[in-house]
């Protein structure tokens, strides 16, 4: 606020980049203060490009939270996964890279060369320093990096804990440009429910399935009606090979529930009331190939 009492707000998107795993969904989600982005354990858990909106005296910023960018895209799900960094990085007011400041990898690499090739501000997050038993091991690698990337605004960062966040938001919204909100100030992602409803599903099934099979997973959601008492809302789950439908309904049902118990609970604290939710698993030959069902999950919202 001015001494006129002329508010100057300032608008603009930022991408997030960075290797499979370091933060990045965490970030955005801490930064937003609701889950809009799914996370776990697994490389590869981001697959759809989400922006989450944030708000603060003066400005907006819209992170557009992206996949782990794949050094080697092997199969056309990778190739969709690059072309949203690649979207992602087309509109941008300001880049924030995230790494893992335990440890620079090789993969960084690139990464750091598309940041420092990005023609609007940059910025570097050191994430998961709750895990550096002693912060001072952060000052060679803070070091290093100040020569490295010149011009690179470097803030070290909790996104599990929210150390360092509000800091990082307010260097970002400083130097974004200015210009009026772009969105609604209580929106906080261009996503439906029904899309986050899905992921929400597929989270669980990132977290609670072996390493190999989630990539072969995609939820579809079928239907999505309000009633009066609670959310009714059938999921379906692909698979690939007919194996895989047996691993992901397990003995008995058993992990097919425990997925379904999860995801309704996720889906209750973000729709805010009782839901309903049925699943059902279905194999679907060679659906990360198709090019149609690609061309959809593409799409905005779903
Ligand atoms: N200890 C700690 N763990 C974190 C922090 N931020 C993220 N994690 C964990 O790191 C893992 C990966 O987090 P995600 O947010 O899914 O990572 P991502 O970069 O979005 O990964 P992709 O979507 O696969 O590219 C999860 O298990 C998170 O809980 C942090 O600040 N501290
Ligand atoms: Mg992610």
């Known amino acids: 606020m001015s001494g006129s009492g002329v508010t100057t707000t300032r608008c603009g998107h930022v991408a997030v980049i960075g290797r499979p795993?370091?933060?990045?969904?965490?970030?955005?989600?801490?930064?937003?203060?609701?889950?809009?982005s799914i996370t776990s354990r697994k490389p590869q858990t981001t697959r759809y490009r989400v922006l989450g909106i944030a708000n603060t005296a003066d400005a907006q910023l819209i992170f557009a939270d992206t996949p782990g960018w794949q050094p080697?895209?092997?199969t056309q799900l990778d190739k969709l996964m690059n072309r949203q960094i690649d979207a992602a990085l087309a509109e941008m007011a300001a880049v924030l890279m995230v790494v893992d400041a335990r440890a620079w990898k090789p993969e960084d690499d690139p990464i750091a060369e598309l940041l420092l090739n990005a023609p609007c501000p940059r910025f570097l997050a050191l994430n998961k320093i709750d895990q550096l038993k002693d912060k001072a091991a952060l000052l060679p690698l803070l070091a290093e990096l100040g020569t490295r990337l010149p011009e690179v605004e470097i803030v070290?960062?909790?996104?599990?804990?929210?150390?360092?966040?509000?800091?990082?938001?307010?260097?970002?919204?400083?130097?974004?440009p200015p210009g009026e909100p772009e969105y609604p100030v209580d929106q906080i992602t261009?996503?439906?429910?029904?899309?986050?409803?899905?992921?929400?599903?597929r989270e669980q099934l990132m977290r609670q399935l072996g390493d190999e099979l989630p990539y072969a997973v995609n939820v579809v959601i079928t239907k999505f009606e309000d009633r009066p008492?609670?959310?009714h809302i059938d999921a379906e789950?692909?698979?690939?090979k007919?194996?895989?439908?047996a691993i992901v309904i397990g003995k008995g049902g058993a992990r097919l529930k425990e997925v379904g118990t999860a995801a309704r609970m996720a889906l209750e604290r973000m729709l805010d009331r009782p839901v309903f939710l049925h699943t059902q698993v279905r194999q679907r030959d060679g659906w990360t190939e198709d090019a149609r069902v690609l061309s959809q999950i593409?799409?905005?919202g779903q």
């Open 242 to 245: 007919p194996g895989q439908k």
């Open 72 to 74: 080697r895209p092997r």
């Open 229 to 231: 008492e609670r959310t």
């Open 237 to 240: 789950i692909w698979v690939e």
């Open 21 to 36: 795993n370091v933060g990045k969904s965490t970030l955005v989600n801490r930064i937003i203060g609701q889950k809009i």
């Open 190 to 201: 261009n996503r439906s429910e029904r899309f986050l409803a899905a992921e929400l599903v």
């Open 156 to 176: 070290p960062v909790s996104a599990m804990k929210g150390s360092g966040v509000a800091r990082l938001v307010e260097a970002i919204a400083a130097r974004l």
């Open 298 to 300: 593409e799409r905005d």
